[in-house]
């Protein structure tokens, strides 16, 4: 269960040092990558740019991508992470726009994304419609509803003036000199860690997503247990969409599928960073904060900013390149 | 004795009539259920909207489908190739990206003075590599091509950035001009391309021994290998196939909107989704160059027939997804797979 | 047997072969010689050593000792690519042909003919001569553009043989091939391989059917654990020689007989039927009993199993578990009744290879490690190390992944799910396929101790001396019914196997079978 801690006794092996330095070309990634930018960049090291990649780059994504994480555990995959975040942005927005108090528009906007989810949990576990096919027609489906919903994608402006602090608070606040954003996203990658690693649910998502056919042998649940994880995955997203709408006090349809990329690519690199090539909380974080440092890095280095992509590309490839190669190597 | 095989032999084992009924008139349903559907939106849209079927009114929406219309062909061999189980099987999530890069490189050759012939061969050589990219990850790597094609998905679009600095690249050249004028009938001429194009994509895949290897190595990997067939070879091919589509596309793309484009991206899920539903237009559910045809005019003239009607177009990725759902149910369903 | 004097006499001799997986011999000289022309036989119980036997023949396996003589030529090694050009062609009981092709594109796959001139398919000649060809070997009248996936099991494994026959093939192995098929069909294949070798080809037929081995084979070879016992003529040959050729019997005393009082029926099943599978089966098993059940593939015992599991719906019939009616509608439902089934397949139903000895252990049993939602790790990990050691598992720590384990242990495991689960009833299938000799002596004296504590036992298995040592009586099935009980203690494995195979059955009228 452990990902870190390794009662393995058979060490030095070329077999197994090859596989350690496989298994940690993530964290050499990080760190070869920290020291890149901390040298070839005066700005990149300072507080106030660390500070930036966390609150601008990493926060969104870290959100989007835990909820991916799920689905990805349960051998899964959501396609529709982003419709999550944009139906509850628009809840959110429209509902405080109606005057209506803040922590009921939360409220609605977190009910909004988890809808999205069930939609998604009786396409897969009811219909049996695989993952892939399901979420893709949520994704579809979410963007037509969006555009109609704003008279065919018209964002959704809040007034400069007259908007309760609270709002304003949950994206530009700071509680003892922390920005909420981030202690939100801290909250959420310890609860979700928890939840998967020691609970009785997460163990249950595990086996289900290792060998679905032991987990039914065993008498799990196998359908619920999936259909909860996209709820869970949808309820997730949704709090990526309120931390932006409070951010940027506007609605913007469709603008959540902009994560939906990056976040598989985090949650798969955090899979080589496991053992046993499992996807975990903290290993998709070291994914998002390697694809966040790579983006702010990139734009200091004063390269084109269309850079940016291009390694973020080549970087998802290189470690899905090692982690299959890994995984062939021990025999699966 | 794997699983399908165990539901194949209780398909043909004749004693329960009742459930091989049920399945083939699921299968029916699909099927004739689909043309009839398309039909009957032929000619509610021939009704409501005087203007839809004229001569020229059907010419403008072929000639506005072709981009979609070969990259999903691009899709459609992959799938083919590779097996409809989305994840496992065949996808290339590069192909909108393909496009975009391809557009890039022709509109950049063009626009700083090259020839058309220069041009195309780039456009055409990007394509092919970024197939080739894709193969060697799947077929070397053993990559998931899910995840394969999106992280080249990735790079390829940052290198069209890279190029075009996220502006629109015009170019304009005398075989430009003639790809985005009108034909014989007054139909444009990226009618006759995708047209053409189907035709040649068609006769390979479904007319030559290489096509129907194609089918047997997506279908039954451990049949075309007991066949004695080249099954990683055949994988690979194919999305280099893929990728040649991509180039193309890219090529018809600048014609048509008379430069480079931006919003390439876009592209993506109305590919999937119009490769994944040609499955329905052929008699064994299986997807065919020929119903990708029909699938990408489909889409088509729902866009079409709802701009004449003055109905929104953003209503077409809803249908497009309720769309792929039904599908996919009705598939499941008639393979006689409920749930997990 | 002198090699020279049978110069031409055989078609295929493979000798003295011994091939070993680790330090376990699958064979151990094993001999199989055929003689041109003729239909062979080739017979023994799982694990006898007739499927390493033949991937040998097929160069999917080399031997580690031994030699191969094909046509007169000897060969040091073969590789599958060889072997086709050899003319030997396997008929698999898996048919590998796409569902989704026309009878004709089946056939021709790979060799297709094309339009004179053009890359294309004459799809006209692919049609013309596929039904000519059904038609000249079977009398077969089949439209070539048929779809695979709208023919009956026979009529696709006709479509194989062509498929061979296209080669024009000296040797065709077939492997249990009429395991999925219905009494008439097997009549029109049994013909066909009688056609087949007045044309000359020679044939090895496999199958656990002792009466198609008598009707069909000129000579068979018996296998048994690794070496051929005999090779005879199963015309001249009783049914009951034959079976206890197969049976091996030196391995009695590993079976412990403890004496346990039988108490209150656990699980009883009442006139259970799913269409196709299985009629009318009742049976009941009662606290500290150990039942075994038998019979082939396709007898319907797998199926009573899954339905007993709730992993399939039976059509009618009842199901009281520990005096509560009701049959089980999911495996959930059946957990909860405190069912346990370790399945036959392993590594892909009973032990997820990628999670840990400990997570696997407690999969079926997470509730008893939960306080509030969260797992109580301590008394998890407790109880864990308590099954490795009283289960002797071997393995690297509680934590090791199951994919690490050897087969013998990974059944360890898979029963150590259930006894954390305190199942009080354990349904085992083949719960010894591929386990070392030591292990499965283990699992034995496990299956006793379960049985003294008061769990009922049920347990599927084609191991005939394994099923009497451990159980105390025995249901036999024999396409889709019971046909007889034994008392363990009064059967012999020739009794058993002569029931099981029908070799009794057909004396007396063909009325059982399912078709």
Known sequence: MSVFANPDRRLFTPQFIGQVLLRYAVIAALAGVFAFFSFATTTFLTSANLTSILVNNF????????????????????????????????????????????????????????????????????????????????????????????????????????????????????????????????????????????TRFGRAILAIGVQQSVARYSGLRVPGHIGLVYVISGFIAAIAGIILTSTVSVYIPNSGGAFMLNAIGATFIGTTLSREGRPNIPGTMLGVLLLSIVANGLLLTGLSFYWQQVGTGLLIFIVLAASFLNRRGRGD | MSADIDTLSDFSSGNDGARRFARWLAGFALHGGSILAFAALLIFFSITAPFFFTLGNIGNVLGQSAILGVLAIGLTIVIIGGGANVVKGGIDLSLAANLGLSAAVYATLVSTGHGDGVAIAGALLTGGLIGLVNAIAIVIFGIVPLLATLAVMNVVAGLELVLTQNTVVSAASDFLSVLSNYGPFDIPVLAYVLIIFTIIAAGIVQYTPLGLRLYAVGAFPEAARAAGLPVKRIVASSYIASGLCGGLSGILSVSYLSGSTTGAGEMLLPVVVTALLSVVFSRRLVPTIGGTLLSTLLVGFLTNGFQLLNISSTLVSGIQGILILLVVAATSLQRGKGVA | MSPVADNGKYALRLRGLVKRFGGVEALSGATLEVERGTVHGLIGQNGAGKSTLIKILAGLYQPDEGSI?????????????????????????????????????SLFLGREPRLAGLPFLDRRTIRKRAEEILDKYFKLKLPANVL???????????????????????????DEPTAALVRREADILFDLIRRLRADGITIIYISHYLNEIEALCDRATILRNGKDVATIDPRATPASKIASLMVARDIEEMFPKISVTIGEPVLTAKALSKAGKFQNVSLDIRQGEIVGLTGLLGSGAKDLVRVLFGLEAADTGEITIEGEKGRPRSPVAAVAKRLALVPEDRRGDGVALGLSVAENITLASLKRFTGFGFLKRDEEHTEVDRLIEQLAIKTNGRFAPARTLSGGNQQKVALAKWLSRKSTLYILDEPTVGVDIGSKVEIYNLIGKLAERGAGILILSSDLPELIGITDRILVLYRGAVVREFQSSEATPDEVLAEATGALIQHYGEQRHVS
């Open chain 3, 148 to 174: 695979i996936s709208e023919l009956t099991a026979a009529q696709k494994q006709i479509v194989q043989i062509t498929r061979a026959l296209l080669d024009k093939p000296s040797i065709l192995v077939f």
């Open chain 3, 69 to 105: 003589e094909i046509n007169d030529i000897s060969h040091r090694r073969l590789s599958a690519h060889e072997v086709e050009k050899l003319g030997i062609h396997f008929i698999h009981q898996d048919r590998l042909l796409v569902p989704s092709f026309t009878v004709g594109e």
């Open chain 1, 59 to 198: 926060t969104l994504l870290a959100i989007v991508a835990v909820a991916m994480t799920f689905a990805v555990s349960a051998g899964g995959i959501d396609l529709s992470v982003g419709t999550s975040v944009d139906f509850a942005s628009f809840a959110f927005v429209s509902l405080v726009l109606a005057g209506y108090p803040v922590g009921l528009a939360i409220l609605a906007a977190l009910v909004s994304g988890a809808l999205v989810g069930l939609f998604n949990a009786l396409l897969i576990s009811g219909v049996g419609i695989t993952p892939f096919l399901a979420t893709l027609g949520t994704l579809f489906i979410g963007r037509s509803s969006q555009q109609l919903l704003t008279n065919g994608g018209n964002p959704v402006y809040l007034p400069q003036t007259g908007i309760s602090p609270l709002f304003l608070f949950i994206g530009h606040g700071h509680i003892l000199g922390i920005p909420v954003p981030l202690i939100i996203v801290g909250l959420l990658i310890v609860i979700t860690s928890i939840v998967l690693l020691r």
